[in-house]
């Protein structure tokens, strides 16, 4: 399936100097994880309606949140996030069908059988509501073990479904939603080791049994002087596109309290990051997308660090101008 292209450059009228319409200048999407709770607050609608032409839930399409007990799904904050992007003409990455940390308790305690069921249920109850308002689906997050013996994170799924729990993810969510592109996301395998071979390897497998993928996101949470190199993630992307896939930078944010030198030279450290790993992304005729796990320092799941674009009274840090000059091809 190929991706749907991005949308060209900004209406007229627009700014012509915010991070989407540079990136929609260069086909490419520039997203940012949200939260419905924040929807209200003008500085933060603001900015992601400025700044964004592609949306995350951060939390609030997981299992967890839409059916905390059985049979009884919640979809209100979800579509709070699905309607002002729609109002804003941007695209949504549905997040995430599976995840083992956000699977409700009730689902955790089924026996096999009835688990086959309840995950088939989930994907088909969920797609089916927001059909035609997803770009794209992370179908699985984070199945590939971080070391040891087995390539696969031994989570309920694979417990008590097998190995092959993936693959009927991913067939029941093109059954579901055929216009969605369906991606694989996980962290710690942006560029070269054992985990991005196992990420690879997985893939090549899925693909080479006719399985319904369409791309893989690389979450990309990073730390400012501790990370893979620009070369290694450039060869991951390639030899992943070499297998069809679309790459999405699909969780970035960059860590910097634990950066050596003063507060300047960590911001100026955090700017070369994000430049650094964006520009990779914009080289790379595959990588459709680059997605912030939120935009402000406000809001942030790495309560304590400062690792995104905008600070907590909403302005723009020196990444945000390391990120623009990346989408502006330097
Ligand atoms: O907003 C509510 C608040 O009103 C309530 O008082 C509080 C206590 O119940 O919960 C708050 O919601 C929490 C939400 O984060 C916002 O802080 C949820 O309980 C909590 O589960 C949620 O955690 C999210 C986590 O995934 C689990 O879903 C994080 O925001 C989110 O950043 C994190 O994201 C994951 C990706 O999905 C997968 N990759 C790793 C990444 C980081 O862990």
Same mark, same amino acid.
């Given at each position: 399936?190929?991706?749907?292209?991005?949308? *060209?450059?900004?209406? *007229?009228?627009?700014?012509?100097?915010?991070?989407?319409?540079?990136?929609?200048?260069?086909?490419?999407?520039?997203?940012?994880?949200?939260?419905?709770?924040?929807? *209200?607050?003008?500085?933060?609608?603001?900015?992601?309606?400025?700044?964004?032409?592609?949306?995350?839930?951060?939390?609030?399409?997981? $299992?967890?949140?839409?059916?905390?007990?059985?049979?009884?799904?919640?979809?209100?904050? #979800?579509?709070?996030?699905?309607?002002?992007?729609?109002?804003?003409?941007?695209?949504?990455?549905?997040?995430?069908?599976?995840?083992?940390?956000?699977?409700?308790?009730?689902?955790?305690?089924?026996? %096999?059988?009835?688990? =086959?069921?309840?995950?088939?249920?989930?994907?088909?109850? +969920?797609?089916?509501?927001?059909? #035609?308002?997803?770009?794209? $689906?992370?179908?699985?997050? /984070?199945?590939?073990?971080?070391?040891?013996?087995?390539?696969?994170?031994?989570?309920?799924?694979?417990?008590?479904?097998?190995?092959?729990?993936?693959?009927?993810?991913?067939?029941? %969510?093109?059954?579901?939603?055929?216009?969605?592109?369906?991606?694989?996301?996980?962290?710690? #395998? /942006?560029?070269?080791?054992?985990?991005?071979?196992?990420?690879?390897?997985?893939?090549?497998?899925?693909?080479?049994?006719?399985?319904?993928?369409?791309?893989?996101?690389?979450?990309?949470?990073?730390?400012?002087?501790?990370?893979?190199?620009?070369?290694?993630?450039?060869?991951?992307?390639?030899?992943?596109?070499?297998?069809?896939?679309?790459?999405?930078? *699909?969780?970035?944010?960059?860590?910097?309290?634990?950066?050596? #030198?003063?507060?300047?030279? =960590?911001? /100026?450290?955090?700017?070369?990051?994000?430049?650094? +790993? +964006?520009?990779?992304?914009?080289?790379?005729?595959?990588?459709?997308?680059?997605?912030?796990?939120?935009?402000?320092?406000?809001?942030? $799941?790495?309560?304590?660090? =400062?690792?995104?674009?905008?600070? %907590? =009274?909403?302005?723009?840090?020196?990444?945000?101008?390391?990120?623009?000059?990346?989408?502006?091809?330097?």
């Amino acid at each position: 399936m190929s991706p749907t292209p991005p949308p *060209s450059g900004p209406p *007229s009228g627009a700014p012509s100097d915010t991070l989407k319409a540079v990136a929609a200048g260069r086909g490419k999407l520039v997203g940012t994880a949200v939260q419905a709770g924040f929807l *209200s607050d003008p500085p933060y609608n603001a900015v992601a309606g400025r700044e964004f032409n592609y949306l995350t839930a951060e939390y609030q399409m997981k $299992w967890n949140v839409i059916e905390p007990s059985r049979g009884v799904r919640d979809f209100g904050p #979800g579509d709070a996030i699905a309607g002002f992007a729609a109002s804003q003409g941007m695209r949504v990455k549905g997040h995430t069908f599976l995840w083992h940390g956000a699977t409700p308790s009730w689902v955790n305690a089924l026996p %096999a059988d009835e688990l =086959r069921v309840a995950v088939e249920q989930h994907i088909r109850a +969920v797609a089916d509501h927001y059909r #035609g308002r997803i770009h794209a $689906w992370d179908v699985v997050n /984070e199945a590939i073990a971080d070391g040891g013996g087995s390539a696969l994170r031994d989570t309920v799924f694979r417990q008590k479904l097998g190995d092959r729990y993936i693959a009927d993810a991913f067939r029941a %969510a093109r059954a579901a939603d055929p216009s969605a592109l369906l991606f694989y996301n996980d962290y710690g #395998g /942006e560029g070269s080791g054992v985990k991005a071979d196992r990420i690879y390897a997985l893939l090549q497998e899925l693909l080479a049994n006719g399985v319904p993928i369409d791309g893989v996101g690389l979450q990309m949470h990073i730390a400012a002087g501790s990370r893979p190199s620009d070369g290694a993630i450039a060869a991951n992307m390639r030899r992943l596109a070499a297998l069809g896939l679309i790459v999405h930078i *699909s969780e970035m944010d960059v860590r910097i309290n634990d950066t050596a #030198g003063s507060e300047q030279m =960590r911001l /100026e450290a955090q700017r070369t990051t994000y430049q650094d +790993v +964006v520009r990779v992304c914009m080289l790379e005729p595959r990588c459709e997308a680059v997605t912030f796990w939120g935009f402000t320092d406000a809001h942030t $799941w790495l309560s304590g660090d =400062r690792p995104l674009l905008f600070d %907590a =009274r909403y302005q723009p840090k020196p990444a945000y101008d390391g990120v623009l000059e990346a989408l502006r091809g330097r």
